[in-house]
């Protein structure tokens, strides 16, 4: 585990998060989401190539997800629907790497199950931009227990088709630092 390197709140910026999350198993997790421009993972290259190959009519999922462009990350994605009018978003797919973040499968669990504090706005704020902008979204996700960085991921939110190739979700990758 690295250092001390996540920031306090008076530390961060404005478009910056922090909150503790709520619950019995997560008590002393800290966690800071916040929008990025650009991705510095080493494996973005690999996304930014996937988006750059999209068909003309975009990526729809079953056609183009799965796909060999990026089967070294399928089990880094998480695949979002919009529900509720816009006002949640339900996993449809997750893959396997996500059960190191969540400690479990989380498909068919909606984004308010999964980050029921603060955050949970600035992340579906991410995901809703990406789909109605048709422009990709990047976020740095930290969490840290004490002053212990436990998980460092950036995150890759693309606009995707579903399967009918009408409705609008978001497809995101998951991309851990360590």
Request: glycine share 8%.
């Amino acid at each position: 585990m690295k250092g001390p390197c996540i920031p306090w709140e008076e530390d961060m910026q404005s478009d910056s998060m922090a909150f503790e999350i709520a619950g019995k198993n997560a008590t002393g997790i800290h966690t800071v989401y916040r929008p990025i421009d650009a991705l510095t993972h080493p494996k973005s290259a690999e996304v930014q190539a996937f988006w750059d190959a999209r068909p003309v009519d975009g990526i729809v999922i079953g056609r183009d997800v799965p796909s060999r462009i990026i089967a070294s990350l399928l089990s880094h994605i998480i695949v979002h629907e919009p529900i509720n009018g816009g006002g949640n978003l339900k996993v449809r797919i997750a893959g396997t790497a996500m059960r190191r973040r969540f400690g479990d499968d989380i498909t068919r669990k909606t984004l308010s199950d999964l980050f029921p504090g603060p955050d949970f706005q600035d992340r579906l704020k991410s995901v809703l931009t990406a789909i109605e902008t048709g422009t990709p979204q990047f976020a740095d996700c930290l969490l840290s227990k004490g002053p212990y960085e436990t998980l460092h991921t950036e995150l890759a939110i693309l606009p995707v088709l579903a399967p009918d190739r009408v409705s609008k979700w978001g497809l995101t990758f998951a991309l851990f630092f360590n």
